[in-house]
């Protein structure tokens, strides 16, 4: 291959740099208009940051750099899977936390991520037959129910939009922490997002029953039975007579007078 | 004009069908049909038991990622090596001198190359998506059957209305995310973002004198684009501490690389987010754009390579 003439190189170089000069601008602008865009719509999941770096390893980092980061995650969540069988509690802690980093709109891993330490950790460490104090045993407990906790809190700050995370929160504090409050408002959150199932609302009216909240619970089913149109009452997932028959029997016991009954005969 | 156009095309199919008999693009493909197949399997890995609907949320999030991931994957390996091996062929083979002794312009030689390749890619992207809509099919019905079987343990469940709207809710949610019309979104995406790798490996290999240098190269560069974001938002942002030396080389990777991780919003399409059509058209454009200035600069140094 023969050289090309200085002048013919100088006149390549300059026709480059004259195209690649009028894009830069434009580029630059551009990519930062898309970056601003994403932003607002939360999709930007991670910074590739020293310690996940650490933590990833260098295969897997190098995955998350090539555009891999959902599969990365994937197989770090099959780890999670390992670690439960395993029964690794803190070790599954640190993977379901490198999964939520990594993916943080997939609700998938904070939902079940929450599940595996509000529930399967907490459980085995509350019946640990290695720790003879029961004390200890219901501390351990408790600790990985507000882990389990956490990670649904976070879970919901990411994804707002996912009833089920709302309904599982609500189940943590109605089954696990017996906070039918917090309970009945976590499940008011969950019917109320998109696709979440007719049944749930109707729990919070039952949880404020549970907390011994007669009024809150009647003023819940008095609300639902308001919200819902005469078409709605009559669909089969709204169960008509279980909403019915809760508001007399609360009628009842709360002696509400009679023109101010939802059911007054 | 109509002329230059039909000896592009006439280029095109030619690569497209000399493309089509490599081996090694028709292994990478049969590896990616098979993979994206197999990820109904790996979606077997993840964690079992729960409720028919939490467990096919896991499953067929499994099975997207997966899916489009292998299309991503073999998709730009077969872009790499196809493009790689465009000029290296033709000059090792000779044909390009019988070509350009033609009345073919050299422009015109290389665009008809590229439309080969983008014709090569959306052939091998249609065969992969065509394997996922199988797979998600599949994926789909064994959901509905162990929703099916969980209610079926309950005995007459099919008299009771109230399970039976449980039962189709929960059935809903399986037949919702797996036929998401946003995966053709995804698929469109990670097409645009193949053919710019593609065009990479075009500009690279009009001056490279082995594919091998070609392959290597673009493939650094499509590391490099992935963290282009994080460049060009040092480069903006930077403060007196940067030594020129730094300051350099990041404004130079802001201002020649593209930004490729804003294409990895394809996982949060497939982790169930909404992605309004308008940014994907504005991701689109900008990637068509990109590889109009692409193809321009290799037509530049294509024109004055001495071949």
């Known amino acids: 291959m023969t050289t090309l003439p ?14 690649l000069g009028l894009w830069a601008p434009f580029k630059i602008a551009w990519e930062q208009n898309l970056a601003k865009q994403q932003d607002a719509l939360r999709y930007n999941g991670i910074v590739m940051t020293r310690r996940l770096r650490d933590d990833l390893g260098q295969g897997l980092t190098i995955g998350v750099l090539s555009g891999m980061r959902n599969i990365v995650a994937d197989l770090i969540w099959l780890q999670v899977t390992t670690a439960w069988e395993d029964q690794e509690w803190f070790r599954m802690g640190g993977l379901i936390n490198l999964c939520t980093s990594l993916q943080p709109r997939a609700p998938v891993f904070w939902d079940l991520g929450g599940w595996q330490l509000a529930w399967n950790a907490s459980v085995a460490a509350s019946h640990d037959p290695k720790q003879p ?50 309970a009945a408002y976590y499940y008011q959150q969950a019917s109320e997002r998109p696709n979440a199932p007719a049944y749930l609302e109707r729990f919070p009216a039952i949880m404020y029953g549970l907390a011994g909240d007669d009024q809150a619970a009647y ?19 709204h169960w008509k007579e279980k909403i019915e028959s809760n508001i007399r029997q609360l009628e009842q016991k709360l002696s509400i007078p009679k023109e101010k009954r939802v059911f007054p005969n | 004009m109509i002329s230059s156009l039909q000896r592009i095309i006439v280029i095109g199919r030619n690569t497209l069908t000399e493309a089509v008999r490599q081996k090694v693009l028709n292994v990478l493909l049969i590896f990616a049909v098979v993979l994206v197949s197999c990820s109904v399997f790996i979606s077997q890995l993840a964690t079992p038991g729960l409720d028919p609907a939490g467990l096919f949320d896991e499953q067929i999030k499994f099975v997207k990622d997966f899916g489009c991931g292998a299309i991503g994957f073999f998709g730009f390996f077969i872009a790499l090596l196809s493009t790689a091996l465009l000029i290296p062929q033709e ?11 033609k009345p073919v312009r050299r422009s015109e030689f290389l665009l008809g190359k590229f439309f080969g390749i983008i014709l090569l890619l959306a052939l091998c992207i249609s065969l992969m998506s065509l394997a996922f809509v199988v797979t998600l099919y599949v994926q789909e019905q064994v959901g509905l059957g162990v929703v099916d079987s969980t209610y079926e343990r309950m ?20 037949i919702s995310q797996v036929r998401d019309p946003q995966l053709v979104e995804a698929v469109v995406l990670l097409f ?7 065009a990479i490996a075009l500009l690279i290999s009009t001056f490279a004198t082995s594919w091998i240098f070609t392959v290597i190269t673009t493939f650094m560069i499509y590391l490099i684009a992935h963290a282009e974001g994080l460049a060009r938002t040092f480069w903006l942002s930077q403060g007196a501490e940067s030594t020129i030396w730094q300051s350099a080389l990041v404004g ?56």
């Open chain 2, 155 to 174: 005995g007459d469940w099919k008299n009771n209305p109230h399970i039976v709207a449980m039962h189709d809710h929960d059935a809903a949610i399986i």
């Open chain 2, 192 to 198: 645009a973002k193949i053919v710019m790798t593609a």
């Open chain 1, 133 to 182: 104090d029961e004390l200890r045993r219901l501390k351990a407990g408790r600790f990985w129910v507000d882990k389990g906790l956490d990670v649904y809190l976070r879970g919901l700050e990411n994804n707002p939009q996912y009833w089920r995370l709302w309904s599982d929160t609500a189940m943590l504090y109605q089954q696990r922490l017996k906070d039918y409050h917090k």
């Open chain 1, 6 to 19: 200085l002048a013919i190189r100088l006149r390549r170089a300059l026709l480059i740099a004259l195209i």
């Open chain 2, 252 to 307: 130079l990777i802001s201002m020649l690389i593209p930004d490729m991780n804003s294409f990895t919003i394809v996982d949060e399409i497939l982790a169930g987010n909404h992605i309004p059509w308008s940014h994907a058209l504005n991701l689109l454009a900008y990637a068509n754009i990109y590889v109009i200035v692409l193809l321009a600069v290799s037509i530049v140094i294509f024109d004055y390579r001495e071949i």
């Open chain 2, 91 to 101: 000059l090792h083979n000779r044909t390009i001198y019988t070509i350009l002794a």
């Open chain 1, 219 to 237: 003023d819940s089913w008095k609300a639902l039975w308001e919200r819902l149109t005469p078409a709605q009452r009559e669909m089969k997932e």
